[in-house]
């Protein structure tokens, strides 16, 4: 078991804000040698991230909470979990995920009132809160949740699909989540995350657009020198 020095919100607070945040699906781990690659990226990755799907809202079905308190137990980095779930049961998943051992759990927009229930729910119980948008759902679907999370996630992709490319108004929607962030005073409190069509050509884009995380799938366990990837990741800058 590895002890954690933080958890929940104080976990999400410490992430580095001067550089690209190391985030790390598990989908594209080797689930049959989980902790060899937990070990592997132990000291290259910031935040572990978990997705979860129930079959309805996206296609297939992606992990559960006895998955995610093995992880918690195997990392001393914070935990984000990102819910893929039907509105109907986004609440008891955030408390379930939450009493499993994630710091960070990321509900989605399309949730409507039971997502801000669930962000809230989040909160009360110790955990970082997140928002995140379909790449089909306008940016300004997140504004009822601005004043209450530590991340906006924003998928650059076709939801639950792995492997397809960055869509054309990737780049523009963080910008526009961007000024969103500014106009709400909140640019400095939330976590402005890209998720899906990650590669060596779309990170620095993304980056440029206002990306301060980029979830990394085969981009970091593909590696063949993790630590050199993660180098580049974090000279890559913002644009003005």
Known sequence: MTTKTLSG???IAALPR???????????????NMERDLNRIEAHVDLQHIDVA????TPGLLFFPDFVARIANL?????HVHLMVEADIVEEQTRQFIEAGADLVS??????EAGLRAVRLARERGAAAGVVLKLE???EAVKPFLSEVEFVTLLGTSIGIKGVGLADNACDRLIAARKLLREAGREAEVVLAADGGIRDETVPRLRAAGAETVVLGSLAFGAPDLAQRMAWLHRLKVAA
């Open 9 to 11: 919100r104080a976990a």
């Open 18 to 32: 001067n550089r690209l945040i190391g985030e790390f699906s598990l989908w594209s781990a080797d689930l049959a």
């Open 54 to 57: 129930d079959a309805r809202f």
């Open 75 to 79: 990392t001393a980095k914070p935990v």
């Open 107 to 112: 509900v989605h927009a399309e949730n409507g």
């Open 137 to 139: 759902t306008p940016v």
